[in-house]
């Protein structure tokens, strides 16, 4: 059932191996979860933040939501950015797949370009209007700058959760809401939101222990320290938990296959779950990350090798969701290695341009009559 | 047309247009403003001029609104646009290119975090590295716009591409060069068509000698444009040429876009020596709106001639603008047009009028809608008979096709229809077409709004 309505695959070839593609898409994909991470959860604290500290600008809260969304000014660009390569490489590899699934549920995903306009927008908006020093005029901004970003995460699992189920498709068409309906939906939903809120809590708070520790406003650095730390312990407990119920809720035959899959699935699972719950161990043994500040840094990196060891198996459940109907089947290519060369040296040449260019800036002080 | 087809009331194309049109406006403008703002920058820094460096500075507040955050993300919209109206010629594209897309993107990385340091550091570094980073700034976004104009010019132009299929033939096609010539001269006009707003807000004795300044960037733009025009039609294929150029061009409503963009071309430049050169004491916002309006009208015409040029194809000579491929016509008469449209099969379940109207949404309604734009009920003709005709000439519109080598060009001018793509399909398929199509302009139209389109 479904595999009738896939539509064929482009007759002209891919321009490199499939694993090639399949390297890129997940690679790049990591690198868009970082920011996006803290676009989503960012936002999110930083909206809730502003709501309890009451409009008072002085409350540690309002200056952590004004810190966050100082940070989001630039991670909101860079998630987008970082955004464009997955989108380029899954339209490679899942062509049929993906078109038919955003097809499927066009005005929505037209929508997620609005809102992404609208939730940037007003993020600015709070920036101008709202941060700490010059009142709560931007909370409104940043409330609706979050339920941009909440609804967005929601646009983008439908269309991966549609995409990876071609068996669902007559009945999505029918009525694409039923996609809610999915058994994985609202768990793979928060593990996304979790996450988000799990790494920018741990971001603010090594942030804001990093400064505690250079002697600077040490007590508001402290309290926003604490602060982001308890939303990572906290998101994390429950993170735990929801990542086993997305687990148990996944298709039996995607649960069926990462276990069959050897060492290829199972070793980064088993990894994320160990370090998941090593990572639990070590947000729940620090109170004060002021005080421990290897411990913190030791915590963010675990975060961030846990993203991309996710990232691995968030595209092997893609695989195995899509192996009834992709098994045996191959894509033509035709390797254009010149090009892929070209871009890997572009790509190298590129990040060193930016390395330069930001170390030249932090190393060029205004001065005086030199002052740009 | 293998796809599911998404019923929007306004039509995939209207939809397309406003999404690229405004792309492309703020992507110039973010090209020619890293342009133009680093030149200014440079020569404020140089003469110790405070209120060329005030142009520039406030220049870049809107080249990060408008730039980074619209422009990345309808530059993101023709993707989403494209894949739900055209998957077939998105993915055709994207296979082919798929690294000038990545190298693009890399490009993108270095102009998106030059922006974000280039307006966070005003005041705060040196000016000599200030002036760096708008210069790292403006390489980085021009090379993006060397990569996709290599893609854009290669869907009106293949050339050597459809014999070959390798990828720099593609890319240097007939009418790259050309094309960024053009687009080089555009990004110009762009530019200054912007920052004449912010320099307005300059005090009313700098004010004159800004706008001169400018007026020569908008003179250089204007000249630069033109140049790339011209040669942009005369590299362009007799084929194409033929439709919108001669004393008898076939299609008028294209001829008169190029009329049109040639006039509006014409006015930036009077209103430029004008308004920016001669005049620039009494320049105020009607005029710089005026001036902005004409620098568009310019641009946004060009788009639509090449667009318009293009039909019937999406990727010309290769694929029709309703996904059908020319190498597939043969094949699709032969074995109909469903065996390959998965979802209009699925719902053809009787033969007759319910199998037309499928028919007609994976092969039609890429272009037209039922009551919107390109209404099909406004161009059918009134006697039902009549579309008999109409279908079966569509129909044998295809035999032009399969009778061309492959690689070698349709001569467009010489079809009944040169703007559409042939119908293709079996001759019950066609049949069916006619008898939906019918329903369609019968006295009693409820018949024909069953279920819309």
């Known amino acids: 059932m479904g595999a009738e309505l896939i539509p064929a695959v482009d007759p002209l070839p891919i321009p490199g191996p499939e694993w090639l593609f399949h390297l890129l898409l997940v690679f790049t994909f990591f690198l868009h979860a970082l920011f996006m991470n803290l676009t989503l959860g960012g936002t999110l604290i930083a909206a809730f933040a502003q709501v309890v500290s009451g409009g008072k600008g002085d409350d540690y809260r309002a200056v952590l939501a004004g810190r966050l969304m100082a940070v989001n000014s630039i991670g909101i660009s860079l998630t987008i950015t970082t955004g464009i390569a997955p989108l380029l490489f899954v339209q490679v590899l899942y062509q049929q797949y993906f078109y038919t699934a955003t097809i499927l549920i066009a005005p929505v995903w037209m929508l997620f370009l609005l809102m992404l306009m609208v939730g940037y927008y007003a993020a600015y908006l709070y920036k101008f209007k709202g941060t700490p020093a010059k009142g709560s005029g931007g909370t409104g901004w940043l409330l609706v700058a979050?339920?941009?970003?909440?609804?967005?995460?929601?646009?983008?699992?439908?269309?991966?959760?549609?995409?990876?189920?071609?068996?669902?498709?007559?009945?999505?068409?029918?009525?694409?809401?039923?996609?809610?309906?999915?058994?994985?939906?609202?768990?793979?939903?928060?593990?996304?939101?979790?996450?988000?809120?799990?790494?920018?809590?741990?971001?603010?708070?090594?942030?804001?222990?990093?400064?505690?520790?250079?002697?600077?406003?040490?007590?508001?650095?402290?309290?926003?320290?604490?602060?982001?730390?308890?939303?990572?312990?906290?998101?994390?407990?429950?993170?735990?938990?929801?990542?086993?119920?997305?687990?148990?809720?996944?298709?039996?035959?995607?649960?069926?296959?990462?276990?069959?899959?050897?060492?290829?699935?199972?070793?980064?699972?088993?990894?994320?779950?160990?370090?998941?719950?090593?990572?639990?161990?070590?947000?729940?043994?620090?109170?004060?990350?002021?005080?421990?500040?290897?411990?913190?840094?030791?915590?963010?990196?675990?975060?961030?090798?846990?993203?991309?060891?996710?990232?691995?198996?968030?595209?092997?459940?893609?695989?195995?969701?899509?192996?009834?109907?992709?098994?045996?089947?191959?894509?033509?290519?035709?390797?254009?290695?010149?090009?892929?060369?070209?871009?890997?040296?572009?790509?190298?040449?590129?990040?060193?341009?930016?390395?330069?260019?930001?170390?030249?800036?932090?190393?060029?002080?205004?001065?005086?009559?030199?002052?740009? | 047309m293998d796809y599911p087809i998404w019923d929007l009331a306004m039509g995939g194309g209207v939809l397309m247009g406003l999404v690229a049109v405004t792309h492309v406006i703020v992507s110039h403008f973010a090209i020619g403003g890293g342009l133009v703002i680093a030149v200014t920058e440079t020569l404020a820094v140089k003469k110790n001029d405070r209120e060329m460096r005030e142009l520039a500075k406030r220049s870049s507040l809107m080249l990060i609104l408008v730039s980074t955050i619209f422009g990345a993300i309808s530059g993101v919209g023709i993707w989403v646009v494209a894949g739900l109206i055209s998957p077939f010629a998105i993915s055709a594209l994207i296979r082919n290119y798929v690294w000038a897309w990545a190298i693009e993107w890399v490009f993108f990385i270095v102009e998106v975090v030059a922006a974000l340091v280039y307006y966070a550091t005003w005041d705060k570094i040196s000016k000599q590295a200030?002036?760096?980073?708008?210069?790292?700034?403006?390489?980085?976004?021009?090379?993006?716009?060397?990569?996709?104009?290599?893609?854009?010019?290669?869907?009106?132009?293949?050339?050597?591409?459809?014999?070959?299929?390798?990828?720099?033939?593609?890319?240097?096609?007939?009418?790259?060069?050309?094309?960024?010539?053009?687009?080089?001269?555009?990004?110009?006009?762009?530019?200054?068509?912007?920052?004449?707003?912010?320099?307005?807000?300059?005090?009313?004795?700098?004010?004159?000698?800004?706008?001169?300044?400018?007026?020569?960037?908008?003179?250089?733009?204007?000249?630069?444009?033109?140049?790339?025009?011209?040669?942009?039609?005369?590299?362009?294929?007799?084929?194409?040429?033929?439709?919108?150029?001669?004393?008898?061009?076939?299609?008028?409503?294209?001829?008169?876009?190029?009329?049109?963009?040639?006039?509006?071309?014409t006015l930036v430049l009077v209103m430029t020596v004008i308004f920016l050169l001669v005049k620039p004491k009494a320049t105020r916002a009607i005029p710089a709106l005026l001036l902005m309006l004409a620098a568009f009208g310019f641009f946004a015409g060009y788009e639509r001639l090449r667009e318009g040029s293009r039909k019937p194809f999406l990727i010309h000579d290769y694929m029709f603008s309703n996904g059908v491929r020319v190498d597939q016509i043969a094949k699709l008469r032969e074995e109909g047009f469903l065996s390959t449209a998965r979802w209009a099969a699925a719902a053809a379940t009787e033969p007759g009028v319910v199998t037309g109207r499928q028919v007609f949404r994976a092969q039609c309604a890429s272009c037209h809608t039922l009551g919107g734009y390109l209404a099909i009920t406004d161009l059918l003709p009134a006697d039902p008979d009549m579309i008999y005709s109409v279908v079966y000439t569509l129909y044998d519109q295809a035999e032009a096709y399969t009778a061309l080598a492959p690689g070698e060009p349709v001569d467009k001018a010489a079809l009944d229809y040169p703007f559409m793509p042939p119908l293709v399909g079996t001759e019950e398929e066609m049949e069916a077409l006619v008898e939906y199509l019918a329903t369609l302009v019968v006295p009693d139209e409820t018949v024909a709004r069953k279920g819309g389109i």
């Open chain 2, 130 to 265: 200030h002036v760096m980073v708008a210069w790292v700034y403006f390489i980085a976004a021009y090379l993006s716009l060397v990569v996709i104009n290599g893609i854009v010019s290669f869907m009106l132009t293949p050339g050597e591409w459809l014999t070959t299929h390798a990828f720099w033939d593609g890319f240097f096609n007939p009418t790259y060069f050309p094309s960024l010539v053009l687009r080089t001269g555009i990004v110009m006009l762009m530019a200054t068509a912007f920052m004449v707003w912010p320099a307005l807000k300059a005090g009313a004795e700098a004010r004159p000698r800004l706008m001169r300044y400018l007026g020569w960037w908008m003179f250089a733009g204007v000249l630069v444009s033109y140049a790339g025009y011209r040669w942009w039609e005369a590299a362009l294929p007799e084929t194409i040429r033929a439709l919108f150029l001669g004393d008898s061009p076939a299609l008028a409503a294209l001829a008169d876009t190029r009329h049109f963009l040639l006039w509006a071309i």
């Open chain 1, 146 to 372: 979050a339920a941009m970003f909440f609804l967005i995460a929601m646009v983008h699992v439908a269309v991966h959760l549609i995409h990876s189920q071609p068996e669902k498709w007559t009945a999505i068409a029918a009525n694409p809401w039923a996609i809610l309906g999915d058994p994985s939906y609202w768990p793979r939903l928060f593990h996304f939101v979790l996450a988000g809120l799990g790494f920018s809590g741990l971001v603010v708070a090594w942030w804001a222990a990093r400064q505690a520790g250079k002697g600077e406003a040490v007590e508001l650095n402290t309290r926003i320290a604490r602060y982001g730390w308890r939303w990572a312990l906290w998101t994390t407990v429950i993170q735990v938990a929801d990542g086993f119920l997305l687990l148990f809720v996944l298709p039996r035959s995607v649960l069926i296959g990462l276990m069959k899959g050897g060492a290829a699935t199972m070793v980064p699972l088993t990894l994320a779950i160990v370090l998941a719950l090593g990572l639990l161990m070590m947000l729940s043994r620090v109170t004060n990350p002021v005080e421990k500040m290897g411990a913190v840094t030791g915590t963010l990196g675990t975060m961030v090798l846990i993203i991309a060891i996710m990232s691995i198996t968030r595209h092997q459940v893609r695989v195995l969701y899509l192996e009834p109907v992709s098994s045996g089947f191959e894509l033509a290519t035709a390797p254009q290695w010149g090009n892929f060369i070209l871009f890997a040296l572009l790509l190298v040449a590129a990040l060193w341009v930016v390395y330069a260019m930001v170390k030249k800036v932090l190393t060029s002080p205004a001065s005086g009559e030199d002052a740009a």
